[in-house]
């Protein structure tokens, strides 16, 4: 059968084959290139832009917004390089993209959710917040699909975009200052105006307590065996913790050396007998006395 194939096909054969492998060594030295391009392109622009005043929240977004155009770019070409029409493949992907996009409808959801995030930031990188049904932590990253935070206890927490958008969010650092407040409950035994002087003298004592707006100490409830003396004082918000430890310290101190007594619980004894276990006693009778 190969006897009577003629020799310009033979060698057509062997100039398609060779040609073909080439087009396949050439696709797969682009692709390598291009990813390792991509890979190494997203470093460099997070290298360039952290010496740049731009926001924090913007420098990983662009970064990864290049590797992604270059991976596109790297795909595009290594089709071309197959012989694929480009233009057709555009068309084709646009058909499949309404497909792909009913079937990830949360995915694109978080996308959309993270440009929104971009958009009006609610907050930014660096914040302490409290968002997605309770998470607490300072923000690292704010991704297309993802928003990471760290918590306190230094966990790692990885929050889909649109779980953090559709939520109530509470930003504890965006604005400058933050109210500490506490509450001291003392005995009623106790002067009222003294305890609110040594509580006051103690506050404004610290210097991370800010003078505008002033600290001020205010009878808030009367229990029954406490008045709850509430402390308000306002603070840096990158200090609020390190003032409210403080500040609960330096109290509870002033406090003692003023000999102000603490309220603590009182329980009455109080000593009733059972009637259950009440029995009446039984009457005595005289015997008669014989007659003598």
Request: charged content about 15%.
């Amino acid at each position: 059968m190969f006897g009577t194939l003629s020799p310009t096909f033979i060698t057509d054969l062997k100039l398609l084959m060779v040609n073909s492998g080439i087009r396949f060594l050439a696709a797969i030295l682009i692709l390598i290139v291009g990813w390792m391009l991509a890979t190494w392109a997203k470093r460099w622009v997070l290298a360039a832009l952290a010496h740049l005043p731009l926001d924090a929240t913007l420098k990983p977004l662009l970064a990864s917004l290049i590797r992604y155009v270059l991976l596109i770019v790297t795909v595009v070409l290594v089709l071309d390089e197959f012989g694929v029409q480009t233009a057709s493949l555009i068309a084709v992907l646009g058909a499949a993209g309404i497909a792909v996009g009913l079937a990830l409808q949360g995915t694109l959801s978080n996308v959309a959710a993270g440009v929104m995030l971009l958009i009006l930031r609610p907050f930014r990188v660096g914040h302490f917040v409290e968002i997605a049904g309770g998470r607490q932590g300072i923000v690292r990253e704010i991704g297309l699909f993802t928003t990471l935070i760290t918590t306190r206890d230094l966990y790692y927490v990885s929050i889909p975009n649109s779980a953090i958008f559709g939520a109530t969010i509470l930003n504890y650092t965006r604005e400058p200052m933050r109210r500490v407040k506490f509450n001291v409950p003392v005995d009623f035994v106790n002067d009222l105006d003294t305890v609110e002087t040594v509580i006051l003298e103690a506050v404004t004592a610290n210097p991370d307590v800010s003078k505008s707006p002033a600290p001020g100490v205010i009878v808030n409830e009367l229990q029954g065996y406490a008045v709850i003396m509430t402390v308000r004082a306002y603070a840096r918000s990158g200090d609020y913790w390190k003032v409210l430890y403080a500040l609960q310290k330096s109290v509870k101190t002033a406090l003692d050396r003023a000999k102000i007594q603490i309220a603590v619980p009182r329980q009455a004894a109080a000593v009733r007998a059972d009637p259950a276990r009440a029995e009446p006693e039984p009457a005595r009778m005289d015997s008669p006395r014989k007659s003598e």
